[in-house]
């Protein structure tokens, strides 16, 4: 019997452009994190237009990249940890997995306290306050709400991210400029344009998103009834793929529009009035309001609370699965707190470390910038494990990564190594 017999009244899936968007919108929008705006903040102040090409190169290449994880994720219906567990040395498996542990704890503690400083803004008098309570929502959702109920929610805070597009329309916007910038970027190759330019290559190619949409292509087998793993029911093959790839290339298109928007924003106001030292998304919110106004101020400020709303659950529940695979626990956000223990627990270190860290003297949002760079240097090795995994036919049978997914994959790694190497030999 064939493998395709074994599964002979398996409901064909019709694909549907519109309900085809889930995993990969949600890993796209939650990219824009406040680790990401204030990445994207510090780009357009300190360089102005200049650094608009980088959200033009990174698309394509973060598109292939979350396109062959997707891929991954939905033909073997395992996580990428448990997959790098079964091919490679538990060395590697244990030090990938360490490296987003400590990552993704930093990025969830600094989120969550810039959600609160934002907060603060808006209310004055409320910042703490509002961090505890925002950390407590977010830890509760995950935890007693099963995922395919509030990734409708989730879905919805995606259009709070269009804040950031509606701020560089209330400003006057030299496009024609915009346009010379994005096809000829003109900028001096320092160890500051390096750093940032491998920090916005790092929060947009991240770590953490690798992960996570592999793990979502897995809860998606879970939550359909007759959906299988594509190496036990290739007849599904052809609508999941193409569902994957249509998913992944209009939330990365989401994600790389948003990213150029901050940029352009920031740039056309701060840069252009001589404010080129953003080290926190919430000091762009108020260095905004004097140059475009506090409709521009508030937008902007609410959206670092809707996007970390976003992005907490994707950043906290992509370390909880990465540790759960890798330890061989229960894992899963449709799996009860109950029989998932370490799970959740995971979830809730992160979560719980940011209201922490948010009334320490440290000052957690000064670490967004760098958390992002660190992200831009860890990816490096990670996307060329992930890249053995999706050309090997043992793991993915028939369904290895297509030709265009390895040229782009292992390009996109190039240019994240070569960046990386340049800024260490500038620093030196």
Not at 40 to 59: D, E, I, P, R
Not at 342 to 366: E, Q, R
Request: net charge neutral; aromatic share 12%.
């Amino acid at each position: 019997m064939s493998e395709i017999d074994n599964h002979p009244q398996t409901p064909k899936r019709r694909f549907n452009p519109f309900t085809a968007l889930g995993p990969g919108l949600i890993t796209g929008a939650a990219d824009d994190d406040p680790s990401g705006i204030a990445t994207y903040s510090q780009a357009g102040a300190q360089f102005g237009l200049s650094m608009l090409w980088t959200t033009v190169l990174t698309y394509p290449f973060m598109s292939v990249f979350q396109s062959v994880c997707g891929r991954i994720g939905r033909v073997t219906g395992r996580g990428l940890a448990s997959n790098i567990k079964t091919v490679f040395p538990r060395w590697v498996l244990l030090s990938v997995v360490g490296l987003l542990l400590i990552a993704n704890t930093l990025n969830v503690a600094a989120d969550i306290a810039a959600m609160g400083e934002a907060g603060g803004l808006i209310i004055p008098g409320g910042r703490h306050y509002l961090t505890i309570g925002l950390a407590g929502a977010t830890l509760a959702l995950q935890v007693f709400v099963p995922y395919h109920r509030y990734v409708r929610f989730l879905k919805w805070l995606t259009l709070s991210l269009f804040a950031y597009v509606a701020v560089a329309f209330t400003v006057n916007v030299p496009w024609l400029s915009v346009a010379e910038h994005v096809v000829w970027p003109q900028f001096k190759l320092d160890k500051d344009a390096a750093t940032l330019v491998v920090g916005v290559f790092g929060t947009t190619i991240s770590p953490y998103l690798f992960f996570w949409q592999a793990s979502e292509e897995v809860e998606e087998i879970a939550n359909h009834k007759g959906a299988h793993a594509l190496k036990d029911a290739p007849g599904e093959a052809p609508a999941e793929l193409r569902r994957i790839g249509w998913d992944t290339y209009i939330g990365m298109a989401f994600s790389n529009a948003i990213a150029f928007f901050i940029i352009l924003s920031t740039a056309v106001t701060l840069n252009a009035h001589g404010v080129t030292n953003i080290a926190t998304a919430t000091q762009a919110a108020s260095a905004l309001r004097p140059l475009a106004g506090d409709f521009a101020f508030y937008l902007f400020a609410a959206g670092i609370i809707g996007t970390g709303l976003l992005a907490i659950p994707t950043l906290a529940g992509s370390a909880a699965y990465a540790l759960s695979e890798a330890m061989g626990w229960k894992e899963g956000l449709e799996t009860k707190f109950s029989e998932a223990h370490g799970f959740y627990g995971v979830i809730g270190f992160a979560i719980l470390g940011g209201v922490v860290l948010d009334y320490s003297p440290i000052d957690p949002i000064k670490a967004l910038f760098w958390s992002a760079v660190v992200n831009g240097v860890i990816a490096v090795p990670l996307m060329g494990v992930i890249m053995l995994l999706s050309t090997r036919t043992s793991l993915m049978g028939d369904f290895t990564a297509s030709p265009w997914q390895r040229w782009g994959g292992w390009a996109a790694t190039a240019i994240m190594a070569a960046v990386a190497v340049l800024m260490f030999v500038l620093m030196a």
